[in-house]
């Protein structure tokens, strides 16, 4: 069945069981056991259920377990992931081992499917499940994290080591125009929650849905795939207490790569160059090192729970507690739990309750510090000899970097809780009721202040700004889910109804200026002392609410034949109030269908084949990535006048219509073949897609004149992904005391522009041939793109001059747009800009290696991972490229050698290949022997990042992928493209203990 | 049929449940159709009126119209200073004449103004629901000659550019007309409008729309009428200058760096208009002194933001300061440099000097336009302070008021005209010399068509004229600074390809593809 199988078909014969519970009263039998797999491991949590009846117990960790039971009782049916499940015959017995066979992964594992569940044999689409146990460790933060590298298809990368950075998400490549390629999260069954409250300890499986084929039941939001997070549970019969802690050391792997004090001294002198008397204070400073630290990191997690058939809970919380690499970045987190099940009427009716909160408190730094720890001259000290910071307010943007650091405050609060509800009601054999209601609840607040002295607000005596807001979520979702198994059939079917209202960005902000003392901070803002009237105090980007509403009916058909053919299809009708009048609803349908290969007789005679399955299937989902209000003609105080000798707001027109404005939607054709060789020691997945996304959303600029230069949000566009995916794992042994189990996976994917035309009818914005994207700012740099979206090319194509080496001086020359004259920086014009062929950011293909290797209590795991074919534009080596300004701003190392005089520009001399293969994670675990206080406990040692071969020469290859501007590193803090914070390595020692 | 039963139950529930599909969306913080002030509330309209007005100031921000006006003439040069200011070489191409269709200064600048059209006829829009009465038909009368004057910036610096009246499709995508087409659009819209003008001048008026700003815009058309069309319009110059003059509304203000100060304002008789710039409420966007003076001043005593040693004026044009008792020279920062409180002001060690000369070619003779990366390199050209600093100021921007009309230039416009009608220079000379007294100038003893435009030179100097006044005395082919080209086609610029891409209408002028 559906949402909670287990209880679901022990509470469908209530008659039965009520009669069972009358004949155990009188007549019972203790049955104790132990269950254990082929090869003598025991099995830990394995469902243990008396057939027939209500009545069931958890295995525990060393496989044995004990349950009261009639007399009369027959069978027991056992079952756990991983493993076939199995009747025993139990008639007169007491005690009894039960042998496991460990089924395919791909068979029988449980799949979230979302409103759902099925068994992997019968999933047509494309999910990768990863458990618990293949879980990333060391310092992990977000979801993302535990799964990096090991979903094909599915690009994390974390940009350095930012403990307030989120990783970046791209799932079969980018498939949007405006803004966030991050998927869509379904925790514990909530669509839309918010990841960031989930504490990763609790997390016990991760499903991630990549096709429209299976992410079309959540139609509207799933265009950039599904990730549904299934968190622990009590079991019936559990007595739960854990306990589990981690400390980890990160160190910078590799610093920007500028001229030392001493190269810099040495490279003046040849050039008869001489520094200021102010800039030479007879040192060496390394400013990278100045601003940062060793960063330490500590988890820790307790959780407790149990319970019976009727009632079980269970209640977990925890505290991550991250220093950066950069002094200052930092965040805290606490989180809490409690999950509740409890079933009425022989388990005819389940409720379920789930309180989730968590709260965060970030502090994050100035990322311009990062440029001016590379350009701040190293022959300058840190401090004045009063023990100030050395400033020189006269040289453009030239900023001391710790004080940067020291002197600005920039903390944020985040909270968010969740309430979650849900009653299921077995109506009739096979008809199930559910009504899951959620109230999710977000604050967020920002903390910001300049000391007095600050580089930046020291004409005004320090600066505060605080801002509040708030938002919130509700969600109900009501449906019906029905099983009818009748000879060779089976049939399940499910309709809902879904709605959903978000508020976001309720909330006030302020900020002041004129500080007595820095004494008070950020909270000192009533002290302050505005030096003049009239001081714009809300100013600073005054948050506006906004509110949106979606509604949803959805349905899925699963019909399967003799567990060989199976057929599913869904149909899911989306409203959503962000889009214009004529366009707020739209249909998203999906139709698969699988033929298990291996269940035909004439596969029986193929020995090595144990499972083969081929499935095919085509869906649609869609993007609703738009802001609410984006469709009707607004009015604004958006400019202040000066009317009647006074200062006030006017109004003017802040947005015209697009009635026509409607739902991105990705159509997705996947085929794909899974299979198992050689009593499924070998299992795998082989597949296709082809990903076209239409009608997306963008901001188009309209014809100037009649309109106010400005965008209007309309559709248009296609594009389009193909890609390959495969995935294969081996169990090379698997003996009592060894074993060693390797996976391989591996993504290919192209992305293509198709056209970014508009398709609204009565939108009629200016033609869109091409976009400039990635200006990363600069002195002298403004005007300037890195990458062009042009159609018949990727995403991250990048658009530059192109070097043509140096001149007799050491000059550098360039290309014209003939490509065959050079000409010096001074004499480019903007049409010798060019795209550059075959230089795209994303990578042409990822692969990851997961190994896990067991002897005895030891076990080792590690995953190399790598990504190839991409380009980075190394913005940070471009701007300090600038050997001709080199008495008043540092270089890099390699402009200090190489001669060139001239202004630098962004040109494919700074695009660098992307390739890296990384060590990212290699953990050994110690399995510690069961005790009387503990049991199943382990101690691991992980190091992360541990080496990275690359020819990269910045930072780190790992660059952002998401987004409009892939690729790219940035210089300062004033362009959305930031430099890369350092990269770290970390080594983490942690334990689990279970009681 | 028990499971239709259930179902439909269920399917009850759900509608009771929920009962709700609506989606319609209304924004709280905004005006919408829906909501949209009534015409019990007439302080809505005149916000929605004062808008295109307040909107003028954009015109002056970083890379807008003011550049268009200066960077590409004898005043005002933006050099490659090493590292810095290449910028995709959009200031050489503006010294050089070379702009193309693809300069992003024009194409801002064409936004900007746009933009400001587009809000008078959406302003308009909401206008003409208001209650009939005198103070409508003067919020409208106000937005039509704002509208004009966006038009006569369209046209003085693309020459044929199209006539907007609708903020919509309705009438489809505008085209181009000739620039005496839109000459004569703009003529017909300020006649039209200066009827329902106020006549008043005081501080409930200033920086708002008066029928003498609408005159002096008149008059301004007319003097240019001869380079804008073929067809001289002398007499209706003078008409027009006159009835400014003989209001009596305005005087010469004898101090005059005051005209430009941070606290200019209705006190300043010489202002017609001004764009009203006001710091403290960030309602500005004049940061000259950001753009044009070297680091020293950054983050100072006197200014309190980065500054980034950019514009420089060009030796041959300071020269033309030649009276040491002109008032006018203290427009200008040369020399060694000192801060209000009279401290020096320094880059590292050394008191910042700054030079006449631009030293084309020294770093580098085969890149002359890049002076070169130094900190005295950044000192090179003499820096104008006509908007010198607001001691108020917390930030970039200055609360200067822009002064966009004055009185000087209507009696200068008058005298030039006469002189023009009659074809001989020095019937301008008493109103020259009138306005030269007002600054301790000695008068000049005679006039020729050079020394006219010098003196406005010495007059206008920054004010945003210089471009508009070159061409009219048929200097815009001449060579100054580096730059040699003489083609005529340059002296209207080239339509922003990025909008003609988008529109069929509009058609690139000639000399440019």
């Not at chain 2, 009771?16 to 809505?44: A, G, H, R």
């Not at chain 2, 490659?80 to 290449?86: A, C, H, L, V």
């Not at chain 2, 983050?299 to 030649?322: H, P, R």
Request: proline content about 4%.
């Amino acid at each position: 069945m559906i949402a909670l199988p287990v209880y679901v078909r022990k509470g469908s014969c209530l008659l039965i069981s009520l009669l069972f519970f009358l004949t155990a009263f009188s007549q019972q039998k203790t049955l104790s056991g132990k269950i254990i797999t082929g090869n003598g491991k025991p099995v830990n949590g394995a469902s243990v259920t008396v057939k027939g009846t209500s009545l069931g117990t958890v295995s525990d960790a060393s496989g044995n377990f004990s349950i009261s039971l009639s007399a009369t009782a027959k069978s027991l049916l056992v079952s756990a992931i991983g493993f076939a499940d199995q009747e025993i015959d139990i008639a007169g017995l007491t005690t009894i081992t039960v042998t496991l066979s460990e089924a395919s992964k791909n068979l029988n594992e449980v799949v979230v499917i979302g409103y759902g569940t099925q068994k992997r044999k019968d999933i047509t689409g494309s999910i990768t499940t990863i458990g618990k146990s293949e879980f990333n460790k060391g310092v992990v933060t977000g979801v993302t994290s535990l799964i990096q590298g090991k979903v094909p298809g599915l690009v994390v990368s974390r940009q350095g080591g930012d403990p307030n950075a989120a990783a970046s998400v791209l799932l079969r490549g980018p498939s949007t125009l405006t803004g966030s390629t991050a998927p869509f999260y379904v925790i514990d069954g909530v669509p839309g929650a918010d990841i960031s409250t989930v504490n990763p300890e609790d997390i016990m499986s991760i499903d991630v849905m990549k096709d429209a084929t299976s992410t079309a039941i959540y139609g509207t939001r799933a265009a950039n795939g599904v990730i549904m997070v299934t968190t622990r549970r009590a079991k019936s019969g559990q007595q739960i207490l854990s306990y589990s802690a981690f400390v980890s050391t990160d160190n910078i792997i590799k610093k920007i790569p500028v001229a030392t004090a001493d190269e810099l001294r040495a490279y003046l002198k040849t050039r008869n160059l001489n520094l200021a008397a102010s800039d030479e204070d007879n040192v060496s400073t390394d400013w990278q090192d100045v601003i940062s630290r060793n960063g330490v990191s500590q988890n820790h997690s307790l959780s407790f729970g149990g319970g019976n058939q009727q009632s079980r809970f269970l209640f977990s919380m925890g505290l991550l507690d991250q220093k950066g690499v950069i002094k200052k970045s930092g965040a805290t987190r606490y989180t809490g739990r409690l999950t509740l099940d409890h079933s009425m009427f022989n388990n005819k009716l389940r409720f379920s309750g789930n309180l989730a909160a968590s709260f965060r408190k970030s502090s994050t730094i100035n990322y311009d510090a990062l440029q001016q720890a590379t350009q701040y001259l190293p022959t300058a000290k840190v401090y004045n000899t009063d023990g100030t910071f050395k400033e020189n307010y006269s040289r453009q943007g030239y900023k001391n970097p710790l004080a940067l650091i020291e002197q600005n405050d920039f903390e944020n609060k985040y909270t968010a809780l969740t309430n979650n509800g849900v009653i299921s009601w077995d109506i009739f054999k096979g008809l199930t009721f559910t009504a899951s209601g959620t109230y999710e609840k977000r604050f967020f607040s920002d903390y910001n202040y300049s000391d007095r002295l600050s580089y930046d607000n020291r004409g005004s005596s320090g600066y505060a700004r605080r801002s509040s807001t708030e938002g919130s979520s509700k969600i109900l979702e009501t449906y019906l889910n029905y099983e009818k198994n009748f000879d060779k059939h089976s049939l399940k079917l499910l309709a809902g109804y879904s709605w959903q209202g978000d508020r976001f960005n309720d909330g006030i902000s302020i900020q002041t200026t004129g500080f007595l003392t820095d004494d008070q901070g950020y909270y000192g803002i009533a002290n302050s002392n505005p030096l003049q009237t009239g001081f714009s105090y809300f100013a600073n980007g005054f948050p506006r609410l906004s509110e949106s509403n979606l509604i949803s009916f959805y349905g899925r058909v699963n019909y399967t034949f003799n567990s060989k053919y199976i057929l599913q299809a869904i149909l899911r009708r989306d409203g959503s109030s962000r889009f214009g009048a004529n366009e707020k609803w739209a249909m998203f349908p999906a139709v698969s269908a699988a033929w298990r290969i291996s269940g035909e007789e004439f596969m029986k005679k193929v020995s090595f084949i144990s499972d083969l399955k081929l499935r095919a299937g085509y869906g649609v989902s869609g993007n609703a990535n738009v802001n609410p209000y984006q469709s009707f003609v607004r009015y604004n105080t958006n400019l202040i006048a000066y009317v009647n000798g006074i200062w006030q707001s006017a109004y003017g027109l802040a947005q015209i219509e697009n009635p026509d404005l409607k739902w991105e939607k990705t159509a997705t054709s996947n085929i794909g073949l899974d299979f198992g060789l050689i009593d499924n020691k070998i299992t795998g997945t082989v597949e296709y897609y082809i990903k076209t996304t239409t009608d997306m959303i963008f901001n188009y600029l309209l014809p100037s004149p009649p309109f106010p230069v400005g965008n209007v949000s309309g559709n248009g566009g296609k594009m389009q992904n193909k890609g390959v995916e495969v995935l294969v794992n081996y169990q090379v042994i698997d003996k009592n005391n060894v074993s060693w189990n390797t996976g391989l996976n591996f993504a290919a994917n192209k992305n293509e522009i198709l056209t970014l035309q508009s398709s609204n009818k009565n939108l009629q914005a200016l033609p869109l041939l091409y976009r400039d994207v990635g200006s990363l700012g600069g002195r002298g740099l403004t005007g300037f793109f890195a990458q062009r979206q042009v159609p018949g090319y990727s995403l991250g194509t990048f658009y530059l001059f192109r070097y043509a080496g140096q001149d007799a001086q050491g000059n550098y020359l360039y290309y014209d747009s003939s490509g065959k004259n050079t000409v010096r920086q001074s004499a480019l014009k903007p049409q010798d800009q060019a795209i550059i062929n075959n230089a795209t950011a994303l990578p042409k293909f990822t692969l990851g290696w997961i190994n896990t290797v067991s002897y005895k209590q030891f076990s080792l795991n590690f995953l190399l991972r790598g990504s190839f074919g991409n380009k980075i534009y190394n913005g940070m080596e471009m701007d300090r490229d600038r050997a001709v300004e080199a008495t008043v701003y540092n270089p890099s190392s390699s402009a200090i050698k190489n001669g060139n005089r001239d202004a630098i520009t962004y040109s494919t001399l700074y695009l660098e290949s992307g390739d890296y293969v990384r060590l990212d994670n290699a953990t050994l675990y110690y399995k510690l022997p069961d005790s009387k206080v503990y049991k199943n406990a382990q101690v691991y040692i992980t190091a992360n990042n541990l080496f990275t071969i690359t020819k990269f020469t910045g930072v780190d290859p790992e660059v952002k992928l998401d987004g409009q501007e892939p690729g790219l590193v940035g210089l300062g803090g004033f362009s959305s493209v930031r430099p890369v914070y350092f990269q770290i390595r970390s080594f983490t020692i942690g334990v689990n203990f279970n009681f | 049929m028990l499971l239709i039963k259930k179902l439909s139950i269920y399917t009850a529930a759900c509608i009771i449940l929920v009962s709700c599909t609506k989606l319609d969306e209304n924004d709280p913080s905004s005006f919408t159709e829906s909501n949209f002030p009534t015409n019990s509330n007439p302080v809505s309209f005149q916000l929605f009126a004062a808008a295109p007005i307040a909107h003028l100031r954009n015109l002056l921000a970083n890379q807008q119209t003011w550049e268009l006006h200066e960077t590409s003439t004898d005043e005002c040069v933006v050099p490659i200073r090493g590292g810095g200011w290449f910028d995709n070489g959009k200031w050489r191409d503006m010294h050089f004449h070379t702009y193309k269709s693809d300069n992003p200064v024009l194409k801002d600048s064409w936004s900007t103004i746009q933009t400001g059209i587009s809000r008078c006829n959406t302003a308009l829009l909401v206008l003409e629901k208001a209650d009939d009465g005198p103070a409508k038909k003067e919020y409208i009368a106000q937005v039509r000659t704002v509208r004009a004057y966006y038009h006569f910036l369209m046209m003085d610096l693309w020459g044929n550019v199209p006539i907007v009246t609708k903020a919509d499709l309705s009438e489809g995508l505008p085209g181009t007309k000739t620039r005496t087409e839109v000459f004569n659009f703009i003529e017909k819209e300020l006649k039209e409008a200066e009827v329902d003008l106020t006549e008043k001048v005081d501080a409930s008026t200033y920086g708002q729309i008066t029928k003498w700003m609408a005159k002096t815009l008149l008059a301004k058309l007319y003097v240019n009428a001869l380079a804008y069309t073929g067809t001289p319009k002398w007499d209706d110059c003078i008409s027009k200058c006159t009835e400014v003059i003989s209001s009596g509304k305005y005087d010469l203000t004898s101090n005059f760096l005051s005209i430009f100060a941070y606290n200019n304002g209705p006190q300043i008789k010489e202002i017609i208009f001004s764009i009203v710039n006001d710091e403290p409420q960030k309602a500005t966007q004049l940061t000259f002194p950001q753009r044009f003076l070297p680091g020293g001043f950054s983050n100072s005593v006197d200014y309190k933001a980065g500054t980034w040693a950019g514009y420089s004026t060009l030796s041959e044009f300071y020269d033309k300061f030649n009276d040491p008792n002109d008032q006018r020279n203290k427009q200008w920062r040369i020399g060694l440099q000192a801060f209000s409180n009279g401290a020096p002001v320094m880059e590292g060690t050394k008191q910042v000097q700054i030079q006449k000369e631009l030293k084309w070619g020294v770093v580098d003779p085969a890149n002359p336009f890049n002076v070169g990366a130094c900190d005295t390199c950044n000192w090179m050209g003499a820096k104008n302070m006509k908007y010198s600093f607001d001691p108020t100021s917390t930030s970039s921007g200055l609360s200067n008021d822009f002064v966009l009309f004055r009185y000087a230039d209507v009696l200068m416009m008058k005298a030039e005209a006469e002189a023009r009608k009659a074809d001989n220079p020095n019937l301008a000379l008493a109103a020259f010399n009138q306005v030269r007294a007002r600054s301790n100038a000695a008068a000049l003893p005679a006039l020729t068509w050079d020394i006219m435009l010098d003196e406005r030179g010495r007059e206008f100097a920054y004010e945003g004229w210089r471009r508009n006044d070159m061409i009219r005395f048929g200097k815009w082919e001449s060579a100054f600074g580096l730059k040699t080209d003489n083609t005529i086609t340059r002296r209207i610029y080239p339509i922003p390809q990025f909008f003609i891409s988008g529109n069929p209408n509009l058609k690139q002028n000639p000399g440019y593809n």
